[in-house]
């Protein structure tokens, strides 16, 4: 019978270990999509004001705008890679979470990732609701 309980308690502790580390890799994801998107808003912002003052022509500073949106996750503990492709920036950022539960059976940490691009526009698009 004891090793019958022995093998209940021990499913349990597991289970609470995937619900638990679950749940803090699923918040820890929230915030890696968080993160890219104002990223990347960051560095849609960072227009070539000559060329827009010469000829209204809205283009991205490419350089400034990869600068400016690996600034913005650098105030984080997380990692990313910027990709600016013509009026769009393109932010994945990585973070890694450590477990609470699960460490003690030999998975210390979980990685997840956030994607999400921005692009460059002048004036209202579409209809806000």
Known sequence: MSGFVVAIVGALFVLAGIVVDGGLALGARVRALNEAQEAARAGAQQIDLAAYR????????????????????????????????????????????????????????????????????????????
């Open 54 to 129: 010469r000829n209204a022509e809205m283009r991205l500073d490419a350089g400034r705008a990869r600068t400016a949106a690996l600034a913005y996750v650098s105030a984080t503990p997380d990692t990313a890679t910027v990709e600016v492709s013509g009026q769009t920036v393109t932010v994945v950022v990585h973070a890694v979470q450590d477990t609470q539960i699960l460490g003690l059976v030999g998975l210390g940490s979980i990685r997840v990732s956030g994607r999400a691009s921005a692009a460059a526009r002048r004036g209202i698009t579409g209809v806000i609701r």
